[in-house]
């Protein structure tokens, strides 16, 4: 083999795989290896798909040998969060021990697109139980075992996409498909280092994946570089009639160099109630841009953000899992707090809910008005690294402190994409968020690949890692 | 402030414990009782805007037809 495929981008793996200079059939046996290797330490995968990874990869190679080359995922192994359904008896757990055996008759529409794609499953990946939507506070709440940190060990991964974080993180797997409802792709990018981009809402389409919130769920790539997001974006963008919530909009990563200066935007206090690392990088990260871009501080209304949006998670969180709930099974679930705060989403008023949604439109209106004189507004990624495995959090969606680009991203469907931003005084990584304006990936995604040509935050991989990845 | 949280509470707490009431025992029941806390202060929050009578919901409800 002529290079080491570990934490090798997706562009440059795919020209290596391309020009015959690699095979698909070594690169993934590399992968699953590892991923069985290594993933129990970090309670990363719940399956190595080793015999379909390798059948794939076969494939992979037949066709790139006779000159049919599909594109930039072609031959590429990839882990999914296991709440994305897929045939062949292989299980869909939703990292909760009661469906630990559970298995689906077809694919996810992401896990179809991807395999028409080229690209080759190689392992489902641990997740918080129930993508997190049970209220969970504290990091031990999947039947696999606390998300752990391939930087620190003794700190938690990020949920509810644990196992695809720490993964592609500790080069297990070029890449993994995340979902986000709020704050999970986001939130185990900035804990574990990497890059993970949660698309427009509507722009990949749900139908196979873990219901949480109809309205909130989006599924997204994590990976090393900004540029990989895009390339895997594309690969699963695109409408879908079995999911009738997929946009008409068709998505083309536009991987060219985007005019400058950017215009970024920055909401007003946005880094208070952050810890000193993230601020203090968010703040670095600010000066660097400046060499690219204009920033603007922007003002928004003084309207209850976070209570719109958790009262659309809680109402439909409940319904989505009315009879989960109302059976009583949540007495299996691994952290106790899931066990019984479900319950208390199930007494919401539906005028809430209706007045949730009423105010949601007129958040849409606002923020859309400030995005259209942006490419970007700029923020931390979380408020906090990395937590310790044994340290509670006040909410799971937001961790210590307030996060406004959360709940407004979130709430108004809008994308965003999290890049490393440096380490705090220990060595957990940090991260910054470019969020865009709704349907404008490609913009986000140019900005945020600006930073990294500027910045070696995501070239840097964990120490403890390193010295196992094989030369090159 | 804190009077409207508590009533709010108290008024979610009752509903709760009369739809599945028996299956906590009285340690569960304290532990809920703190987190329908955070449902109730959520509601109050949601409830401190003003808003216009004729306000739509961010809703994706079209009347359907098959051919569509």
């Given at each position: 083999?002529?290079?080491?495929?570990v934490?090798?981008?997706?562009r440059?793996?795919?020209d290596?795989?391309?020009?015959?200079?690699?095979?698909?059939?070594?690169?993934?046996?590399?992968f699953l290896?590892r991923?069985?290797?290594?993933?129990?330490?970090?309670?990363?995968?719940?399956?190595v798909?080793?015999?379909?990874?390798?059948q794939?990869?076969?494939?992979?190679?037949?066709e790139?040998?006779?000159?049919?080359y599909?594109?930039?995922?072609?031959?590429?192994?990839?882990?999914?969060?296991?709440?994305?359904?897929?045939?062949?008896?292989?299980?869909?757990?939703?990292?909760?021990?009661?469906?630990?055996?559970?298995?689906?008759?077809?694919?996810?529409?992401?896990?179809?697109k991807?395999?028409?794609?080229?690209?080759?499953?190689?392992?489902?990946?641990?997740?918080?139980?129930?993508?997190?939507?049970?209220g969970?506070?504290?990091?031990?709440?999947?039947?696999?075992?606390?998300g752990?940190?391939?930087?620190d060990?003794?700190?938690?991964?990020?949920?509810?996409?644990?196992?695809?974080?720490?993964?592609?993180?500790a080069?297990?797997?070029?890449?993994?498909?995340?979902?986000?409802?709020?704050?999970?792709?986001?939130?185990p990018?900035?804990h574990?280092g990497?890059?993970?981009l949660?698309?427009?809402?509507g722009?990949?389409?749900?139908?196979?994946?873990?219901?949480?919130c109809?309205?909130?769920?989006?599924?997204?790539?994590?990976?090393?570089t900004?540029?990989?997001?895009?390339?895997?974006?594309?690969?699963?963008?695109?409408?879908?009639?079995?999911?009738?919530t997929t946009?008409?909009?068709?998505?083309s990563?536009d991987?060219?160099?985007?005019?400058?200066?950017f215009?970024?935007?920055?909401?007003?206090?946005?880094?208070?109630?952050?810890?000193?690392?993230?601020r203090?990088?968010?703040?670095?990260?600010?000066l660097?841009?400046?060499e690219?871009?204009t920033?603007?501080?922007?003002a928004?209304?003084?309207?209850p953000?976070?209570?719109i949006?958790r009262?659309?998670?809680?109402?439909?969180?409940?319904?989505?899992?009315?009879?989960?709930?109302?059976?009583?099974?949540?007495?299996?679930?691994?952290a106790p707090?899931?066990?019984?705060?479900?319950?208390?989403?199930m007494?919401l008023?539906?005028?809430?809910?209706?007045?949730?949604?009423?105010?949601?439109e007129?958040?849409?209106?606002?923020?859309?008005?400030?995005?259209?004189?942006?490419?970007?507004?700029?923020?931390?990624?979380?408020?906090t690294?990395?937590?310790?495995?044994?340290?509670?959090?006040?909410?799971?969606l937001?961790g210590?402190?307030k996060?406004?680009?959360?709940?407004?991203?979130?709430?108004?469907?809008?994308p965003?994409?999290?890049?490393?931003?440096?380490?705090?005084?220990?060595?957990?990584?940090?991260?910054?968020?470019?969020?865009?304006?709704?349907?404008?990936?490609?913009?986000?995604i140019?900005a945020?690949?600006a930073?990294?040509s500027?910045?070696?935050?995501?070239l840097?991989?964990?120490?403890?890692?390193?010295s196992?990845?094989p030369?090159g | 402030?804190?009077?409207?949280?508590?009533?709010?509470s108290?008024?979610?707490?009752?509903?709760?414990?009369?739809?599945?009431?028996?299956?906590?025992?009285?340690e569960?029941?304290?532990?809920?009782?703190?987190?329908?806390?955070?449902?109730?202060?959520?509601?109050?929050?949601?409830?401190?805007?003003?808003?216009?009578?004729?306000?739509?919901?961010?809703?994706?409800?079209?009347?359907?037809?098959?051919?569509?």
């Amino acid at each position: 083999m002529a290079a080491n495929p570990v934490f090798l981008s997706i562009r440059s793996l795919g020209d290596l795989l391309r020009t015959r200079k690699v095979s698909p059939v070594e690169i993934t046996q590399i992968f699953l290896n590892r991923l069985e290797e290594m993933g129990p330490r970090y309670n990363a995968v719940v399956t190595v798909t080793r015999d379909l990874a390798l059948q794939q990869a076969k494939q992979a190679e037949s066709e790139i040998g006779s000159g049919v080359y599909k594109g930039p995922l072609h031959g590429i192994p990839y882990g999914a969060k296991d709440l994305l359904a897929t045939a062949g008896g292989i299980p869909t757990t939703w990292g909760a021990a009661c469906f630990r055996n559970r298995c689906f008759d077809f694919d996810a529409t992401v896990i179809r697109k991807l395999r028409d794609s080229g690209a080759i499953l190689a392992a489902k990946l641990a997740m918080v139980e129930l993508a997190g939507g049970m209220g969970y506070r504290q990091p031990n709440a999947s039947f696999t075992g606390p998300g752990i940190n391939p930087w620190d060990p003794t700190r938690w991964s990020g949920g509810s996409s644990s196992g695809p974080g720490s993964a592609v993180s500790a080069g297990l797997i070029p890449y993994a498909i995340g979902s986000e409802t709020w704050g999970s792709i986001l939130g185990p990018a900035n804990h574990c280092g990497v890059t993970g981009l949660r698309p427009t809402y509507g722009r990949v389409s749900r139908y196979g994946a873990m219901t949480l919130c109809w309205t909130l769920d989006k599924l997204g790539p994590i990976g090393l570089t900004a540029d990989d997001c895009g390339l895997i974006l594309q690969g699963i963008a695109g409408s879908d009639p079995k999911d009738p919530t997929t946009l008409k909009r068709s998505f083309s990563y536009d991987s060219g160099m985007a005019a400058r200066p950017f215009k970024l935007g920055i909401i007003r206090n946005v880094a208070d109630g952050t810890s000193e690392p993230m601020r203090r990088n968010f703040e670095a990260a600010v000066l660097k841009l400046k060499e690219i871009a204009t920033i603007d501080e922007v003002a928004l209304s003084d309207l209850p953000y976070d209570e719109i949006a958790r009262t659309i998670l809680f109402a439909e969180t409940s319904s989505a899992f009315e009879d989960f709930i109302a059976s009583g099974e949540t007495a299996s679930l691994t952290a106790p707090e899931d066990q019984y705060t479900p319950y208390t989403r199930m007494v919401l008023s539906a005028r809430d809910y209706i007045r949730a949604l009423r105010l949601r439109e007129i958040v849409n209106r606002e923020i859309d008005a400030v995005m259209a004189r942006f490419d970007a507004l700029v923020g931390p990624s979380r408020p906090t690294c990395a937590t310790k495995l044994d340290a509670d959090f006040p909410s799971a969606l937001r961790g210590a402190a307030k996060d406004t680009m959360g709940a407004i991203g979130n709430l108004s469907g809008l994308p965003a994409i999290s890049v490393p931003s440096g380490f705090s005084a220990e060595g957990a990584p940090t991260g910054i968020q470019f969020m865009g304006r709704a349907y404008e990936e490609n913009a986000i995604i140019a900005a945020a690949r600006a930073y990294q040509s500027l910045t070696p935050w995501h070239l840097r991989h964990p120490p403890e890692v390193l010295s196992q990845v094989p030369p090159g | 402030m804190e009077d409207e949280v508590k009533t709010e509470s108290d008024i979610l707490f009752c509903s709760l414990n009369r739809l599945y009431g028996n299956r906590f025992d009285l340690e569960m029941q304290n532990k809920l009782r703190a987190a329908i806390d955070t449902v109730a202060k959520t509601v109050v929050g949601l409830r401190s805007v003003s808003m216009a009578q004729y306000g739509d919901p961010s809703l994706p409800f079209t009347p359907f037809r098959k051919e569509d």
